[in-house]
Each structure stands twice: as structure tokens, then as C-alpha cells.
Nanobody
């Protein structure tokens, strides 16, 4: 059972930046595709960004393209989400997720592709 622990959330103003981190307890971190999802109050959880096992391929939801960057450091078993130019509509609980062991080039958008989930970290952006 892999454990994921997110950190880096907080309260910021519109236009500010935050970097979320997700530390994973995995022996071979590179076999897991990783993703970030978010859930705003009263809304369903939505896909934000994903990266494949070797960090060479990424995917983003349209609303964050050009503002958010997902990356990973397999030596540190950590995936990051750099969030720039934050908007009030980015306010949500952000969750880190890991797939079942998979091919290193796979990027997964759908939540059904993820087996392990973190507890979430709150990001609040004030206008």
C-alpha cells in the first residue's frame, strides 16, 4: 500500500504562486503515473494535471494550461505542482494520486486510472 502526503497549500491572493508537493512511499516511484486532482466546495473532483513515470510527458486540464506545471523527482519520490497566476476559481482541495504500476510513458487523466490517493491540501485564492 503506497502512502501519499501532500503539502504546500495555503491562503494566497489572486496572481500569487504556490508549489504543492506530494511525497510517496514507494520503492520504485518511476513505475507510477502521477496526477493532481482538485475538488471545490459543492463540485465534483476534477482532473488538473498528470505526468508519466519518467517525467517526460504531461497533461493538463484546459483551465490551468500555461499557469500550472507538473513535475516529478524520482530520486526524491516526489511530484510537484507549480501553480502560478492563481485565480479565485482555483480554490479547492488538491489531491495527489498514483496509478497502479504501469508503463513509464503512460499519462492518465481519468480518476479511475488512479489507485492511491493522498489526504488533500487546501488551496484558497482570495480576489
Amino acid at each position: 500500500q503506497m502512502r501519499l502526503v501532500e503539502s504546500g497549500g495555503g491562503l494566497v491572493q489572486a496572481g500569487d504562486s504556490l508549489r504543492l508537493s506530494c511525497a510517496a512511499s514507494a520503492r520504485t516511484f518511476g513505475v507510477y503515473a502521477m496526477g493532481w486532482f482538485r475538488q471545490a466546495p459543492g463540485k465534483e473532483r476534477e482532473f488538473v494535471a498528470a505526468v508519466n513515470g519518467i517525467g517526460a510527458s504531461t497533461a493538463y486540464t484546459d483551465s490551468v494550461k500555461g499557469r500550472f506545471t507538473i513535475s516529478r523527482d524520482n530520486d526524491k519520490n516526489t511530484v510537484y505542482l507549480q501553480m502560478n497566476t492563481l485565480k479565485p476559481e482555483d480554490t479547492a482541495v488538491y489531491y495527489c494520486a498514483a496509478s497502479a504500476p504501469t508503463t513509464p510513458w503512460r499519462v492518465a487523466r481519468a480518476s479511475e486510472n488512479y489507485r492511491y490517493w493522498g489526504q488533500g491540501t487546501q488551496v484558497t485564492v482570495s480576489a
